[in-house]
């Protein structure tokens, strides 16, 4: 599976942006989706995710309230907006697709996000 983020940039606090993930083909039916980021200096950490369907969706403590993930399955597609971004969102945000039980584990590149206060 290839994952292709997009939409990343620089922001004022305050403001908004959409990320965008294109996929190709997931040929495992069941699979969780998910934004993660990465700060300088520290851990990769989970922003959101979502099920294969979109029925089910969860979020960092740090985002719930400002950010909201989504997914197009028609058009291979998956987004995160995020609004009132704060400083502290800044850092390069990932793409991901796995099996809910471990496995099989796809990242994309990655897209850098800068919110300046």
């Known amino acids: 599976v290839q994952l292709v983020e997009s939409g990343g940039g620089l922001v004022q606090a305050g403001g908004s942006l959409r990320l965008s993930c294109t996929f190709s083909?997931?040929?495992?039916?069941?699979?969780?989706m998910g934004w993660y980021r990465q700060a300088p200096g520290k851990q990769r950490e989970l922003v959101a995710a979502i099920t294969s369907g979109g029925g089910s969706t969860s979020y960092a403590d740090s985002v719930k309230g400002r950010f909201t993930i989504s997914r197009d399955n028609a058009k291979n597609m998956m987004y995160l907006q995020m609004n009132s971004l704060k400083p502290e969102d800044t850092a390069v945000y990932y793409c991901?697709?796995?099996?809910?039980?471990?496995?099989?584990?796809?990242w994309g590149q990655g897209t850098q996000v800068t919110v300046s206060s």
């Open positions: 083909e997931i040929t495992f039916s069941i699979n969780v």
């Open positions: 991901n697709v796995r099996t809910p039980w471990g496995g099989l584990d796809y």
